[in-house]
């Protein structure tokens, strides 16, 4: 399968612990998005790398949000002193270049209790 | 502020029944519109892409249609089949270099049997 893999799929955490998802782009794609999904909402940007270099963050990527990108392959999402409140499906895209079709991963949908 | 509003919100027809979705913009400057659809849990999945200058597209059952003067675009499905049965998002991407993506909520469409 040649698309991309988000790992875990699904997480379940206690309010307080650190959770961290793992994104696998399309191989030859230099941009790498992340997204927050709550239900019956659209996608909400979080974060966008061009190869290892992260070039954008959302005001929604408090300081409790790191994403990694070191290779520029794959890419890390973290999330320290989980809230309920981070409860969302997080979506990892990919584009061979900024304007392309990006092409969505299966998501990690996290929980926390 | 750049918005995408999506309509209806959540839509029920039959089986073999046709019905259209609507998209409205906001974005400026402009630089392309997307369909995505989105199954139960899993990421979205491109199902069309309009540049200003296209009018009308289509992918099988589906059927995109833009106008750049009013800022609206459609989506046609002919024929629904079950598997039709998901949310469908309007994505706008931002021209001038700024390639910001701006997500509608989407509609959520349900095909009975």
């Known amino acids: 399968d040649t698309g991309v893999s988000q790992n875990p799929r699904h997480k379940i955490t206690k309010r307080g612990q650190n959770v961290t998802f793992r994104c696998d782009p399309i191989s030859e794609h230099n941009r790498l998005y992340w997204y927050r999904q709550t239900l019956g909402q659209g996608p909400e940007f979080l974060t966008y790398?061009?190869?290892?270099?992260?070039?954008?963050k959302s005001r929604l990527l408090s300081d409790r949000f790191s994403a990694e990108r070191p290779k520029g392959s794959f890419s890390t999402l973290e999330i320290q002193r989980t809230e309920q409140g981070d409860s969302a499906m997080y979506l990892c895209a990919s584009s061979l270049w900024g304007g392309e079709t990006q092409y969505f991963g299966p998501g990690t949908r996290l929980l926390v209790l | 502020k750049n918005q995408v509003e999506q309509s209806p919100q959540s839509l029920i027809i039959l089986e073999g029944k046709n019905c259209t979705l609507q998209?409205?913009?906001?974005?400026?400057?402009?630089?392309?519109l997307r369909w995505y659809k989105q199954d139960t849990g899993r990421g979205p999945v491109s199902l069309t892409i309009m540049t200003f200058s296209e009018n009308t597209k289509s992918n099988g059952r589906y059927t995109a249609t833009l106008d750049a003067d009013t800022k609206q675009s459609s989506l046609h499905i002919t024929a629904s089949q079950l598997s039709d049965s998901a949310s469908y998002i309007c994505v706008v991407t931002e021209g001038g270099g700024a390639d910001g993506l701006t997500f509608g909520k989407g509609t959520h469409l349900i095909i009975q049997p």
């Open positions: 790398f061009q190869n290892e270099a992260q070039l954008e």
């Open positions: 998209c409205n913009y906001t974005v400026s400057p402009f630089s392309n």
